[in-house]
């Protein structure tokens, strides 16, 4: 919803449909359900909408795993439109999903569009924003990144997506001993967001290792879901990405979803820190909006997007491949 009402709000911009697979929404104006007035179109499915609809960019926000993405972007692409997403998975995709990477890079080029995924994690704190400060650097040692995100501020978040008030034996069953049986990763993308770093390094990665840990609270938590984490249980989750060069550890990012980090207690606050070692070596503290308003950073990075990807090459882009600036008019 956010990037409708920034494209809404930006002159330069033009709204021209909502895609929307509920029947509860199917026909009605955006606009009453987003709160900006009358948009003067209606809510539809995908196929009448592409049947219906020339539009240059499709800002794409539903799901992680890039083989069902494949299948909901692909019609964009034969529609000649090109396609911004939040899909964790295709960050980088190439070496994880090498054969929906080439289908989505042959329906690109084929139909002259561009496709590129963005985000704040990744697509922006994990990945772009390190790599340019990579090139402030004569050489790269290490990469060591750790974001925590206190979601004690998400009213409409599901505790169990993360395993919140879990006791640490629930965690580890049905988070470790299903392959998170709570329905899906949490916390996807990582695998791909450490390639892409080691791609645009020029390392080749002789492994990669990705592992979860519960944060479990030594007090009582309040939180907005409708229950108190008690002493004992789960308040939060860890994954920790690594990156092996040569079986050297090179990229380290650890990624914490928390109800109401400690700086006692659990020894971190909220916010991205991101280190480069090496010569010379790079320390940065980022707070605000990134950690704060996560999903609305999203949104803002597809938007600000739209006028790079339609003057890009075509194909199936990453976030190197586009301007890092924002575009004129975003100011």
Not at 136 to 149: F, G, K, L, W, Y
Request: some cysteine; charged content about 20%; glycine content about 8%.
């Amino acid at each position: 919803r956010w990037s409708a009402e920034m494209i809404s709000g930006n002159k330069a911009l033009e709204l021209t449909a909502i895609i929307d697979n509920s029947p509860a929404l199917i026909g009605k104006d955006p606009g009453a359900i987003l709160g900006i007035g009358e948009t003067g179109i209606k809510i539809n499915t995908a196929e009448d909408v592409l049947q219906s609809t020339h539009a240059d960019v499709v800002i794409h926000s539903t799901i992680t795993s890039i083989q069902a993405v494949t299948e909901q972007i692909i019609p964009c692409l034969e529609f000649g439109m090109n396609v911004i997403s939040t899909s964790e998975e295709l960050i980088y995709p190439w070496q994880s999903y090498p054969d929906s990477s080439n289908e989505i890079d042959t329906a690109a080029k084929a139909n002259n569009v561009s496709v590129i995924a963005t985000g704040v994690n990744p697509g922006f704190t994990t990945d772009l924003l390190p790599l340019v400060l990579c090139s402030a650097s004569e050489r790269i040692d290490d990469i060591i990144i750790s974001r925590v995100v206190d979601f004690s501020e998400y009213p409409h978040f599901q505790p169990p997506y993360m395993g919140f008030g879990m006791s640490r034996p629930e965690f580890e069953e049905k988070v470790h001993g299903s392959v998170w049986g709570l329905g899906r990763n949490p916390l996807p993308g990582r695998e791909q967001n450490i390639q892409l770093i080691a791609e645009s390094l020029g390392w080749e990665l002789s492994d990669i290792s990705i592992q979860y840990d519960p944060v479990v609270s030594k007090s009582r938590r309040p939180t907005k879901w409708g229950f108190e984490i008690e002493p004992g249980q789960v308040a939060g989750v860890t994954q920790i990405g690594r990156g092996f060069v040569d079986s050297v550890e090179r990229i380290i990012i650890e990624s914490t979803a928390i109800c109401h980090p400690d700086q006692d207690e659990d020894d971190m606050r909220a916010g991205n820190h991101i280190q480069i070692k090496g010569n010379p070596s790079h320390d940065l503290w980022l707070d605000g909006g990134t950690v704060e308003r996560g999903g609305y950073v999203s949104s803002a990075r597809q938007v600000n997007l739209i006028p790079f990807i339609v003057q890009a090459r075509s194909g199936l882009l990453t976030m190197r491949d586009l301007p890092a600036i924002p575009p004129p008019f975003s100011s």
